[in-house]
Each structure stands twice: as C-alpha cells, then as structure tokens.
C-alpha cells in the first residue's frame, strides 16, 4: 500500500492495498477507495492545498483525483473517471465511469452523470439534473483560444445521450435534450430541443409515458429513487426561483 | 500479486503480478490477465455467484470485470474494458479497448466490438454482426427511469462508428447502420440507414467495393477472415431463421 | 517497482512505483512516468523493435504504450491513453486522456490532440493541427474489410468536438470542421466544414472572435502559446507549400 504518510485518514476508510493516496489528502470516514486508484495526484504539488474526500464516499477502481478539488458527501465515483483540480462536487452526486471532468467546475447535490461524460472547465451542472452517457459540454468559442464560456445546466434537466452543449450555453430549468443533439441555443425551461442542427420542439408535457396518456415529465412526479423526502418541496422552491 | 486463494485457477494460465483476481472467480486454461486488471469484483461480494473465465480467453491491461458473468472461449478483451455483473460473451468474441459493458446483456458468438462502445443493460447482441468505434446501445425512453427496453442486433449486422440506437429497437438480420446515425426505428433486414434524423436507404446491395461495381455486403461474402470454415452455411441457415 | 533490465534508463528520469516498464524501452533524459502505466506492451514481444522516448516526455498515469512506436521530445500524454504500435509522435505534442491511437499513424509536430480522441490506424495529422475531444478518425470504407484508407489532416487544421472523419478523406491546410460534423468529403483549404450531411460553408474568415469584427482564423494570428518564437515565419512557409 502506497498512503503518504501526509495525508489524513478517518475512521472505518477501505483503501485497496493497489491505491495510491498522495500528500494533502483529508478522507473522511467510512470512504471506500478501490484498486489502482490515483487520489491526490498534482503535476506541480502545492502543499497549501487539500483534496477533500467527505465522508461516505465510494471510488471505485482505476480513477484518478486532482489535488484542490472536494468530492461531496455519498457521492459514488465510478471506475476509470478523471477529475482534475478546482473541481467541487458537492454532496449525493453519481459520476459514471470513463467520465472527464476537467476541473475548475462545480456539480451541485444530488447530480447523477453517467459514463463516459466530459465536462470541459468552467461548468456549473445545478442540482438534481441528469447527464446520460457521452455527454460534451464545451467552452472554447473560437478553438484554439484562451476564452472560457462555461455551459450551464439548470435544475432537475435532462441532457440524453451523446449530445453537445456549445460554449456558453445555458440549460434552463427542467429542459429536455434528446439524444445526439448539437446545442447552439439556450433552451429554454421546460421545453425539449433536439437535432443537429438543433430545434427547440415544445413543451416537456408532449412527452408521454409508453403506452400510456400520462406526462413523462417533469421526471421528479414519476422517478423519486434515493432522493430526499421532501424531492416535490425542493422541486417546487427551485422552480420558483427558476421559473420567473 | 494479489489473487484471492478463493479463485480457481486452471493449467498454463499467466496473469500480471499487478492484477487482482478476487474471489470466486474460475479460470480455466491458458488465459492470460494483463497488468492491473481487476478481475472478479463485486460491489457486494455474494458468494454463491461466480466469474468464469473459459479456456484461451486474452485479457489486456486495466480491465475490469464484475462478478457473476462469464467469458467465453477464445474471447479476447482489450484494454481498459469495464463488464458489469450478468453479462454472458459467447466464444470467440473480441471486445475492444474502453468498451463499456453495463452488464444483464447477452453478447453471442464471433460478435466484434470496436473501441469504447457503450453497451447499456438488457441488449442482445447476436453472433457474428459488429458493431463499430463509439456505437451505444440505450435502453431508457423517458430517462430517468426504471424502464429497460434493451436493444437488438440481428447476426451479421454492421453498426457504424458513433451510432446510437435507441431504447427497444432492433437492427433486423444482416442490415447496415452508417456512421454518426440516431436510430429510432426497427431497421429492416438487409437494408442500409443512416442519418440524423435517420432514414432507411435502400438494399444492401447499394454499396459497393471501392473502384469496382462488385456489391460490398453482404460482407461475409468477402471478408473471412478468423471465422469457422462453414461460415457460409452458418450464414444461410441464419438468414433463413431471421428472414422470413 | 517492475522495471525490465533489459530497458535502458537515461538520466533524471521519474518512473513511478506502480508503473510497469516493459523489454526494448530506451527511455532518455528528464522523462516521467506516472502511476500505472504500462510502457513497452507487446502481445508478441519482439526483442528486435523498441519503443524510444525521447527526454523530457510526461506520461501520465494509466496509459499505455506499445513497443515499437516512438514518442518526441518535450510530448506530453495525459492519462488513461493507448499508444499502439508503429506510432510515431514527434516532438512537442499533446494527447489527451483517454485518447486511443490504433498505431500504424503519424502525427508531426505540435499537434494537440484533446480527450478522448481516435486514431485510425495510417491516419497521418500534420504538424499544427488540433483535434478536439471525441473525434474520430476512422479508415475502413466498407467494414469490416481489410481495406485501410487513412484520414490526412493538414498543417493547422482545426477539428472540432466530436467530429467524425471518414476513411481516406482529407482535411486541407488551415480548413475548420465544426463541432459534430460528419465529414464524407475532402474539405477545401482554410475552409469552414460542418453538420450531418457535412457542407462546406464558406471561408475561414467568416468566423469572428466573439464580440469583435475581427477574424477568428487563421487562429494562429492570436493564439501563439507555447509555439516557436518564429511560428508566423513557419505557418507562411507551410501555407505556401501545401496551398498552391
């Protein structure tokens, strides 16, 4: 087993004896880190900064976590995810396997990302939202440059797989991408846009059920697994203070 | 080396001194594990399930494969492959490098998976069709949700680089998915489509070999390379079962 | 540490660990090698073939390299990476994690290469040029065949996120393909490409720097970090030869 003897361990934590845990790195208890893990790492090490790893969290194998980054309560990193620094992930967040997640972003609570997503710099991804697997979200206008525009996703949104999201863009609340969409545009809350080249197509209502006349969104009224009990308060204030 | 001596392993068997081969998993002979593959995991390990690693199996580095599936015969995996619990790989298929394999799917004889293709849960790949670099297979049609309709693939089918297929559609007998395609329909045997929004084309015989006026597809008629002698007649007994 | 003996070590050089170095690895001065890496890979080992890397290359943690490639001075390769054989990098070039590169290619000096990007094999990047996450160079015009028709990027090229270039087609000096192109045509120099179906859309000028009437492209006449001192002398000499 490779901990530096630098970093801070808490109680009932599970590292694989193939994990490497570098200098500065505070877990809390009851983490679980699997094998050939990298967690901790710096290409030019900063002992002024912490990677804080809060408590119940689970990493599973071959990942790799920047040194200056905070990985929230419960969240559950899957195997082979990269994360680099100024990254805060905040507390019940899910990241799939394969995901990128290029630092200087933040990922709000409750947050469920699946495999294979690549969140480039200066992303904000508000609370409750989805990203399905192979999602982009970019933030280079003119590529190369040196500018930034992050993309923004709203609460409780829906990005499906494959899709794009152009720099700056922003999702607003409760939207819906369809899969293998191209986004140039805000989308607008509550509201679905899909395609390549991209269409705003109406009202999240117009999205049934299979075989049935009942609404499949909001998603929050139907699919309320491992949320909080007060999910429809939550929603409800978020979407006030959302939806003007 | 780190091998639990609750694994089974058979004759001429050479596995990295940096894998980790958990419990309960059954190696037979001559495989070979490459370096810092995780062999065997399970999130909660059960003790009557089991890993069953046939004979000639090749796994290449920094893979991980769960608990509770198995591997078939002559299968080769590349590097940096995740399998999830319940997936069952037929004999003598090739699963490249940073696939993922969500598991609970059926993946059958002298199937050909390219580079980081992403296989969702409940898909049934059938023997002997490929499917191409980047392809994902979905299976929830109002995401998020506890519904699986997994996809399937009909033998000797091609699904081209980047296509997704959406959830409970079927690529019927011998048909050709082009590139970067968003499939939303059932796509009828021997036929091509393509496109985002996607449209069938036409007959397979559409397609040529390059500076020639010889049909290209289907493929089998050209391309032999690594099957069975009686792939000929494996094929017409199959197209006879699918097409009716 | 598992360093082959029969793996020649320069001076200041930084291997981790965990890191495998493999027979036939000539590694030279000033080189890191990160956790977990796999260096000088062969599934058939052969002793008269080496891998050369040349000094002052970062290699990050997780990747891999085949023997008998060679990487240039000052290249840095992120983490989670496949390098096959017959790869030759020159110097001064970035590859992004988790990008894959199925050997047999070359790519010049300076080129960037993002996350998660695929290299068919005979692809052939020219010197300058930039590709962003997921795209994908494909060569097989009627797959699977053993037909491979290379993808030619020329020098300062730009090909944006999640792009697809098909077999044998060739992107001209200083051309732009825009974000999730399919690209089915040989695009014209210092000429904008996009969508599915792909077009040309008209000269590179037509793009502004946000904000500005100032022209984007030819992006080198803003964004000069980290090139030659004499890069503007190197670009007119490549403009000349390659555009006619």
């Known amino acids: 087993m490779t901990i530096s003897n630098k970093a801070k361990i808490g109680k009932n934590v599970s590292i694989s004896s193939t994990a490497k845990i570098f200098d500065n790195v505070i877990i809390e208890d009851n983490v679980m880190i699997g094998d050939f893990c990298s967690i901790g790492f710096a ?77 480039g710099q200066h992303s904000n991804i ?21 500018i930034r525009q992050g993309v923004i996703v709203e609460p409780f949104s829906i990005v499906c797989t494959r899709s794009t999201i152009l720099p700056g863009k922003k999702i607003h609340f409760g939207a819906f991408v369809g899969a293998s969409s191209l986004v140039n545009i805000d989308l607008k809350a509550e509201t679905i846009g899909s395609g390549n080249p991209f269409k705003q197509r109406g009202p999240i209502n117009l999205i ?37």
């Open 208 to 244: 049934k059920i299979p075989d049935t006349k009942l609404n499949a969104y909001p998603w929050i009224s139907r699919f309320k697994k491992d949320y909080p009990e007060d999910i429809e308060k939550i929603y409800k204030d978020l979407r006030k203070k959302f939806i003007k």
């Open 43 to 119: 290409n030019s090490p900063d002992t002024s900064k912490n990677l804080i790893i809060k408590k119940n969290v689970n990493i599973n194998s071959h990942s790799i976590i920047y040194n200056n980054s905070i990985i929230g309560e419960n969240t559950i990193i899957g195997h082979n995810v990269l994360i680099r620094e100024k990254t805060i992930i905040e507390n019940n967040v899910q990241v799939g396997s394969y995901s990128d997640i290029e630092g200087y972003s933040k990922i709000e609570q409750y947050v469920k990302i699946h495999s294979n997503v690549h969140i």
């Open 126 to 146: 508000m609370s409750f939202s989805w990203l399905f697997p192979y999602v982009i979200l970019t933030n280079d206008p003119i590529p190369p440059s040196n």
